[in-house]
Each structure stands twice: as C-alpha cells, then as structure tokens.
C-alpha cells in the first residue's frame, strides 16, 4: 500500500516517472549536502543517509557544497551563455558545473539535505541550482524542438 501510495503521490507532483524497480532495486544516489557545519544535525543526517544507503547496497556519490568551496555566484559571463549559447552545450559551463552535471547524468535519485532558513533553502544549495540546471541538449533540459508541444524537456 505504502508503494503504491507513494507512487500515485508522486505521478501527481511529478512529470518524471519513478525509476523502474526491478530484481536489482540498488540506486545511484546523488547526496547533496548544504550546510557549513560539519558538527550540524544537519551533517548528520547526511552521515545517516548516506550510510543507510550504502548499507543497503546502493552506490553513493555525496557533494557537501561547502566544504568542496563550492561558488554559488553565478558569474557576469555565465549569465550571458545561459540562454544565448545554448548550442554550444556543456562546452560553455565551468569545471564544477560540468561536474555537478555529470552527478545528476549518472544518478537515478537526488537526496538533498539543508536546513530551512528563512522559509527557504540556503543560498549555497540555490546557487548550485541555478548554475547547475543550465538548457541544452547535453545539459540538465531544453526548450521544445520545432514540432514538439508541451513545456521544458528534460535531459538528466
């Protein structure tokens, strides 16, 4: 019932399909972790679920934002290539960029773990997704093609 449960849920709040269970139900997890402390309850639970995870025979990779420096700016020039050069691809992003992209190509779960602040999530986890969710066909989506109808298409 619980599975069941949670996969109406989720056709409802989602147009991406739950990836498809099989005899070998190991996932690839993306762990994003966005907190400056690494003695945060915060850092805790992403200890929790990524060891949970691992216990149960899935493959982990864990980006802690912080404590890689990561720059959650995005800079004059991006800004200018986010839309103006989207033929160019993946080619246009910067090394941790192409990185984070690469993460979510290889993954078929994202897990974040932030704390709330404000009402919201933390400027360094905004950030990542603002650079990291760039359009183009090597990239995180796309506009609609010439003859395609509905909204964005997804390319993760």
């Known amino acids: 019932v619980t599975r069941w449960l949670a996969c109406k849920a989720n056709s409802i709040s989602s147009l991406t399909p739950l990836p498809p269970r099989g005899i070998d139900d190991r996932r690839r997890i993306l762990l994003v972790h966005a907190h400056p402390r690494e003695d945060s309850f915060n850092a805790a639970l992403a200890a929790a679920v990524e060891s949970g995870a691992k216990d149960g025979g899935h493959e982990v990779r864990r980006r802690n934002l912080y404590t890689e420096g990561y720059q959650p700016a995005l800079s004059s020039d991006e800004r200018e290539l986010y839309h103006s050069a989207i033929d160019q691809g993946l ?66």
Do not use: H
């Open 91 to 156: 080619q246009r992003a910067r090394p941790d960029v192409k990185a984070a992209i690469e993460d979510l190509k290889w993954c078929d779960s994202v897990v974040f773990v932030y704390p709330t602040w404000w009402f919201n999530l933390p400027a360094m986890l905004k950030g990542w997704l603002d650079r990291t969710l760039l359009p183009g066909d090597d990239c995180a989506w796309n506009f609609p093609g010439p003859g395609e109808s509905g909204g964005l298409v997804p390319k993760l």
